[in-house]
């Protein structure tokens, strides 16, 4: 458990450089805020999900990439992390106290952005506790005995987990008060639906029954839409 908060606080605090070295000041409420949710939902979510997939979470602990990964697949994670969870904090500093290129979202909409962001963190702790096999890496997993999610989230969509990213990166660009950064997000957005596709092509020739899960389950993020 000590591994996984450590990785919490780490990435917290990766947020928090890119917010206030963009910003040039520590005196943003917003983006305390923001990251005083982050640290709240992934905290208590992640004791949800460690009290029954300990082992999830201990090798979602370590590096994001593996050395097991293909090439493309660790550029994918790598480039999603930079554009989207480091990208637009980063974007939406600069523009909050340095470019100004829109006005800021008014407060009802910035307010939608942070529930967003909250419901996009608690959806993943939600995907995590209904898949045992959720792991960073494209790859089976036959040690472990690996089949289909099908429970909880993963009855409406196949990715919930990454179904929860544009509520996260809209929202946070949203409540720190830069349409700019919450457009942005369209760049992480687009990488993460290449990877989910290649994601699918494995899982649907190598792991059993998820050919037939896919046809029970047509929509990939959106119920409805896609």
Known sequence: MFRVIARLTFDAAVVAAALFVAAGTVAWP??????AVLCVVRLGGTWAVYRVHPDVL???????????????????????????FVGVPLLAGLDVWRWHL????????A???????????????????????AVTE????????????????????????YAADPLILIGSGLWLGSYVAAAAAIIPLILIVLRLTREEQVLRREL??????MTRVRFRLVPGLW
């Open 102 to 109: 829109t006005e800021a979202p008014a407060r009802v909409i």
């Open 58 to 84: 201990r090798e979602r602990a370590s590096l994001p990439v593996h050395s097991e990964q293909s090439a493309r697949d660790r550029a994918l994670v790598l480039g999603v992390l930079a554009s989207g």
């Open 138 to 161: 494209v790859r089976l997993q036959p040690e472990r005995g690996q089949t289909v999610a099908d429970v909880g989230p993963y009855q409406f969509v196949r990715h919930p987990f």
């Open 30 to 35: 917003r983006a305390w805020m923001l990251l």
């Open 208 to 213: 059993p029954g998820y050919a037939a899960y």
């Open 111 to 133: 307010v939608f952005g942070l529930v967003a962001f909250a419901l996009g963190w608690a959806l993943k702790n939600v995907a995590l506790r209904a898949n045992a096999f």
